[in-house]
């Protein structure tokens, strides 16, 4: 019994120590991007455009660049990741061929960005013919998340108690209405976990707009989706590696970083709301 409870002891512990080390890692980070990115930041840097060099003005094209590369790429990726996690969990019997397919998706996940670029070159900007633009970039965006909200939405459907089904199959209802009606509304807070975190992946990806979206200049702002387009990861990118200013444009990559990390957490905190609503919906 003694042994039991210093295992215990023991087990929290090393618990407790690795999320105070992840936090206090987190701190730093968040505090160094802070502290650094505040000196540039100001109205004129939000709603203007570089001059000079990228050594002066703002960058809006910057932004607006990121919300439409991160919008179209979750507008792609969620339907058809949701029906493919529908069909997979709902759909297919459990044998070899599936446990194959969730075992791709799964290794899917872990292959680098920048594979995911060439591919939407090879693709979209080559074979589609829609060369570099906003539509190419959210595309391979897309694609680069897909596996993420597939895995996420196969957890949250997963999750959904059988009893919840059977129940509505015993009342009447065929297979579709029982997971409209049913089990997508009580594992929607699942799905929107996973939406939450492709959002902060697709925003801060570089590689894969490195070749089918992204410019390093562009004067004003995109008119349609096959627009090229500015973005803050590459933005930040060239202004650290390609930039003839150093000591101006460092100050610029800090604040565009900052930027960056303020536009996640601001798209991820609508997806949290809509979350917590619909969780109060079916759980009170």
């Not at 203007?48 to 607006?64: D, L």
């Not at 013919?129 to 965006?141: E, H, P, Q, R």
Request: proline share 5%; glycine share 10%; with cysteine.
């Amino acid at each position: 019994m003694k042994r039991s409870v210093m295992s215990q002891k023991i087990g929290f512990f090393i618990l407790s120590l690795c999320i105070i080390t992840t936090l206090f890692f987190l701190g730093i980070i968040l505090y160094f991007i802070t502290v650094r990115g505040l000196k540039v930041i100001s109205w004129e840097f939000l709603t203007q455009a570089p001059r000079n060099g990228m050594t002066e003005g703002g960058v809006a094209p910057a932004i607006i660049g990121t919300f439409y590369l991160t919008l179209g790429a979750i507008l792609f990726a969620l339907p058809l990741g949701l029906a493919c996690a529908i069909y997979l969990t709902e759909y297919t019997p459990k044998n070899t061929v599936v446990n194959i397919l969730r075992i791709s998706i799964n290794t899917l996940a872990g292959v680098p960005s920048v594979v995911f670029g060439l591919f939407g070159l090879a693709v979209f900007v080559k074979f589609f013919n829609f060369g570099v633009s906003i539509l190419s970039g959210s595309l391979t965006l897309g694609i680069l998340i897909l596996p993420g909200i597939i895995s996420a939405s196969q957890e949250a459907l997963t999750a959904i108690p059988h009893s919840f089904r059977e129940a509505s199959l015993a009342l009447g209802a065929t297979k579709w209405q029982t997971i409209r009606r049913i089990v997508l509304p009580a594992s929607l807070p699942g799905i929107l976990t996973g939406v939450i975190l492709s959002i902060g992946r697709a925003a801060g990806e570089t590689a894969p707009i490195l070749f089918t979206a992204a410019a390093f200049y562009i004067r004003g702002y995109p008119d349609s989706v096959f627009s090229e387009v500015m973005a803050l990861p590459y933005h930040i990118y060239g202004l650290m590696t390609e930039g003839t200013f150093p000591e101006k444009q460092t100050q610029i990559a800090y604040g565009c970083a900052l930027i960056l990390m303020l536009l996640v957490l601001l798209i991820s905190a609508v997806a949290i709301y809509f979350r917590q609503k619909q969780r109060r919906v079916h759980y009170g």
